[in-house]
């Protein structure tokens, strides 16, 4: 398995809903990795998680909350969102090297 | 100033031609240097990974890194209309706690024409 899997592929919500983005993998890779991306816009680091600790949190607001339950999974639960949080939400998982990530395809968040 | 600078086009060419994507960035301590494709709606995904300067080729697709110019580029001979993606670099320093953290260029938005 060379995947990393993302539920829901799309999600609509509205600003006063809760919810939670899930990501997968099953290649024992140890770190796992939350990021936006905005139309025409590259990737921006929210969170990092190394070996099941959060290592990275990028002045992310509170209304975004991760959890690593396990080194499979991420999730990330949302709250309280606001229109411009609309975005692409991609997980990535890599190796304890430095050869890069292996990305999902991605959650296409709206928030109305 | 950002600290890894990319041209994002759009870049349109004809099929069959050679294709050159280009990033420079200021960080000293990028050491890892990765060109991803991403198609309309899709995540990134992983094309190269170079770490030393020179050249490493993988079928069309060549990724050059000069670190005395902070340059890197990629390139794609015989360019076919599914290589019409957006071509995002990325690079990083030594790893952090087991993690490595990318710092992305704006990407490149690549149409082949056929």
């Known amino acids: 398995d060379t995947e990393v899997t993302q539920t829901p592929k799309h999600l609509v919500m509205g600003m006063t809903n809760k919810k939670s983005l899930k990501c997968e993998q099953h290649m024992g890779h140890r770190a796992m990795y939350w990021y936006k991306q905005k139309a025409k816009k590259p990737p921006e680091l929210m969170f990092v998680y190394s070996y099941e600790k959060l290592s990275i949190n990028e002045s992310v607001p509170s209304r975004f909350s991760p959890e690593c339950p396990n080194s499979s999974l991420l999730n990330l639960h949302l709250h309280a969102l606001q229109p411009e949080d609309s975005a692409l939400y991609l997980c990535?998982?890599?190796?304890?090297?430095?050869?890069?990530?292996?990305f999902g395809s991605g959650t296409r968040l709206t928030v109305v | 100033q950002k600290e890894v600078e990319q041209d994002p086009g759009p870049l349109s060419v004809p099929e069959g031609a050679i294709v050159s994507l280009n990033c420079t960035y200021s960080n000293s301590a990028f050491q890892y240097f990765m060109w991803y494709r991403q198609y309309s709606r899709k995540g990134p995904e992983l094309l190269m990974y170079t770490y030393s300067s020179g050249n490493k080729e993988d079928g069309r697709f060549t990724a050059q890194v000069d670190k005395s110019s902070k340059y890197i580029s990629l390139f794609i001979r015989d360019s076919q209309p599914s290589d019409s993606a957006t071509y995002l670099c990325?690079?990083?320093?030594?790893?952090?706690?087991?993690?490595?953290?990318?710092?992305f260029g704006q990407g490149t938005r690549l149409t082949i024409n056929p």
């Open positions: 990325a690079m990083s320093g030594p790893l952090i706690q087991g993690a490595q953290k990318l710092v």
């Open positions: 990535a998982s890599s190796q304890d090297r430095t050869t890069g990530y292996t």
